[in-house]
């Protein structure tokens, strides 16, 4: 570090700038001004202005103590005057149980950091107030049904994660003088992380994520769980990252992170909380540059192989966003950013499965224009406590580059304008008393199924999902299915049932399967089995989109609505099933304004328990590229499906209409229009020779799939092919027809004429 601390090292000039801009100013005990001006320095939000100050002073101190002693003990004693003053006690300092011991992830880590980086620096006695003072902290966020026992008790939030740095940086820090420090390393090594972060994180976050939301408590949160293990990797040289029980999460999350944020690189997924902060532009859910900083400096550390193009990701989004709240200098500083490699980023797959959250991305490309998908279903993993992660489980929301078509209502509800006024009526949805209205605690803002018990305008009982876990719940709520072959992405969900809160009279919901299948680059077949819990319950599906739809033209049995968002066309919705099913628009909600969000409700046209849905999504540009969707004449074989006709080329899909989990018996038959089509099967015997063969006749094309032949269904239990104009079979997309040449470029009879010497 101290070889690149030059004038033409940007992120050293930057550091330096902000060490030298707190030089002469005073610094502020917790209990005096929080929020002093330049060159001063106060304690901002629970600690969070200390610690960017104290851990650039002390990297400055370090960097320059050999090669400006006299500029590095200037650093140095800020440093020291910041430690002390956070650290201090009685009714200068700051009382732990504040919120819940929620400035733990401040100044505990601050106390540990800042005593390692000016040790040297500090006497005997300023030591011993730090360790003192950080010693109250741990004991009262472990106290037995003390201020922070409900964080406590859980492995998974952004409170736990600023504890879990905490203790380990005071631990490693106050090592040798502190008498509680062996225990408190012994109890986070062997307690913390090897009995309950570890094998929490390995079942739950496996492939990456945070399910408190992107938009406010994922960058900490991410960090305070990733940077303690290179922590405990230069302290002791042991390397938990790596080891036979991995911890994989600080790697992980590059994947998610890439894959979650939208086509653009301007918004990430807005799943799960995000505040509103009265700021219109950019919005609430803005990517942030800063997660992607530190998140590559530890792939860099890991030794990573996907350092290039996370880099080259970070690049785009940093363009994207013109730069939107990056991290601060000293870890930009201490990650060394600008000496990584970069890499193309369409060197990437084209979707990705979070097994841990249960969470799929899919998109057609990685161009800035491209359609995606987000999809999740799973177990609550956020401590059920906290509550920050979202009641959606088999939500799905699509996106064309920066164009929502259907959006999570939550996140979209909080950007202003009355974001603030917004997010109260969205808590009182989610949290509020139930009082038999629809809009008191019935969590009913998801692109989910739903039923409900009414007697007239009255809700008899609240609805909707709660934080149903494995561990307390036993919930088998799951993405049992998932399958890219490029053509299409094949995701099965069950379990979905199992995240309903009952009724009074018992279960809401019996059971509830989602599969999509996503043909690229821009059709969408949603379709789900329902079994409401009782007969006589209201039920629909709940669609979100961020303009009221318009309606569009439609086969009869259909509906299709048409949206556009801000001049921009976003994308089609087609109900293909049930047949005559009825469409209700209403704004979100009946106080809001103006309504950012509008819900469509999609009802079967009869009471029974048991319903088929099937919804076509299309992204295309426009009206007209949008594809006419048509229900699939099946004539043999357990299947339903539809037809999907437009300019940009004709596809069919076909799904069990017997319960999911049983693979479809053979032969299946079905007649579609004659036209070179791309064919999906799904649900038939996993890894199972088929023979294919097409019928044509006025007009049509009656399609044959028994068993036995050369056309293997993938290991999800997915066949596709494709068929040409004239009926032949073939497992690949047939190329696209040449332009015939120019006239001056085709032959004439009798030229050239044969030389003659």
């Avoid at 990705?352 to 490309?365: C, E, F």
């Avoid at 996503?518 to 039920?539: E, H, I, K, L, M």
């Amino acid at each position: 570090m101290r070889q690149r601390a030059t004038s033409s090292n940007p992120d050293w000039t930057t550091l330096k700038a902000q060490c030298d801009s707190y030089i002469g100013g005073t610094v502020e005990y917790p209990s005096g001004n929080p929020y002093p001006n330049k060159p001063n320095i106060g304690q901002g939000y629970q600690g969070s202005d200390y610690v960017p100050a104290l851990l650039a002073e002390g990297m400055c101190y370090q960097v320059l103590k050999t090669s400006n002693p006299t500029a590095a003990a200037s650093y140095g004693a800020k440093a020291v005057d910041i430690l002390v003053k956070m650290s201090a006690s009685g009714s200068q300092g700051q009382p732990p149980c504040n919120d819940s011991g929620y400035g733990i992830r401040f100044y505990g880590v601050g106390m540990g950091l800042g005593y390692d980086w000016v040790y040297e620096l500090l006497t005997s006695a300023q030591r011993t107030q730090i360790y003192t003072t950080a010693n109250a902290w741990i004991t009262a966020w472990e106290a037995p049904n003390g201020c922070a026992g409900f964080e406590y008790t859980h492995p998974q939030s952004n409170y736990y994660a600023g504890y879990f740095h905490a203790k380990a940086a005071i631990a490693l820090a106050t090592y040798d003088e502190n008498p509680s420090a062996p225990a408190q390393w012994d109890d986070w090594l062997n307690n913390q992380f090897g009995k309950r972060v570890q094998p929490y994180y390995a079942l739950h976050l496996a492939g990456g994520g945070w399910p408190e939301g992107y938009g406010n408590y994922a960058p900490l949160g991410i960090q305070n769980m990733s940077m303690p293990l290179r922590e405990v990797k230069t302290a002791t040289g042991q390397d938990l990252v790596h080891a036979t029980a991995p911890y994989l999460f600080p790697l992980d999350s590059a994947d998610y992170v890439m894959h979650f944020t939208w086509p653009s690189r301007a918004y990430f997924d807005d799943r799960d909380t995000n505040h509103a902060n009265g700021v219109v532009t950019p919005p609430v859910g803005t990517t942030q540059v800063g997660v992607f900083q530190q998140i590559l400096g530890a792939l860099a550390y890991w030794g990573s192989p996907k350092v290039g193009v996370f880099h080259q990701y970070l690049n785009d989004v940093n363009t994207a966003t013109s730069g939107y709240n990056t991290s601060d200098p000293w870890l930009l500083y201490l990650n060394a950013e600008s000496t990584l490699p970069t890499a193309a980023v369409n060197t990437l797959p084209l979707s990705y499965l979070a097994t841990g959250m249960g969470a799929v991305a899919a998109r057609s490309d990685w161009s800035t224009g491209a359609s995606w998908m987000s999809f999740r279903a799973g177990p609550y993993v956020n401590n059920p406590s906290q509550g920050e992660e979202s009641f959606d489980q088999g939500g799905l929301a699509l996106v064309r580059g920066n164009t929502p078509l259907l959006v999570n209502t939550f996140g979209w509800m909080v950007h202003e304008p009355n974001g603030s006024s917004d997010e109260n009526l969205l808590y009182d949805d989610l949290y509020g008393n139930f009082n038999n209205t629809l809009y008191k605690g019935n969590r009913q803002i998801y692109n989910i199924y739903y039923t409900r018990r009414m007697s007239g305008s009255s809700v008899l009982d609240r609805y909707g999902q709660a934080a149903y876990t494995t561990e307390d719940n036993q919930v088998s709520t799951k993405v049992a299915a998932y399958d890219d072959h490029g053509g299409y992405v094949f995701v099965q969900a069950t379990g979905l049932a199992d995240m309903y809160r009952a009724f009074s009279t018992g279960p809401a919901v019996a059971s509830w399967t989602r599969q999509i299948v996503y043909v690229r680059p821009n059709r969408f077949v949603v379709y789900d089995r329902t079994t409401s819990g009782g007969a006589g319950y209201d039920q629909f599906l709940a669609w979100h989109f961020p303009a009221n739809p318009a309606t569009g033209s439609a086969p009869t049995g259909e509906s299709r609505l048409d949206v556009t968002y801000n001049g921009t066309y976003a994308g089609a919705v087609t109900t293909v099933l049930p047949v005559n099913a009825t469409l209700t628009t209403i704004p979100l909600y009946p106080t809001s304004n103006p309504a950012k969000i509008w819900q469509v409700q999609v009802r079967p046209p009869d009471a029974g328990t048991s319903q088929r849905w099937l919804t076509v999504f299309d992204l295309s540009a426009s009206v007209a590229a949008a594809a006419v969707a048509t229900p699939v004449a099946v004539s043999q074989g357990n299947m339903v499906g539809v037809r999907m006709a437009g300019s940009s080329g004709n596809d069919v899909v076909l799904q069990s209409a017997a319960a999911a989990g049983a693979a479809v018996t053979p032969p299946v038959v079905y007649t579609v229009p004659a036209a070179v089509t791309h064919h999906v099967l799904t649900e038939l015997a996993p890894a199972t020779g088929y023979n294919i063969s097409v019928a044509s006749s006025g007009g049509n094309h009656t399609v044959t799939v028994s068993p036995g032949g050369t056309y293997t269904s993938s290991a999800a239990g997915v066949l596709d092919f494709y068929v040409n104009a004239d009926g032949t079979v073939q497992p690949t997309p047939p190329p696209t027809p040449l332009a015939p040449p120019p006239v001056s470029d085709l032959p004439v009879p009798g030229f050239p004429k044969p030389y003659k010497p």
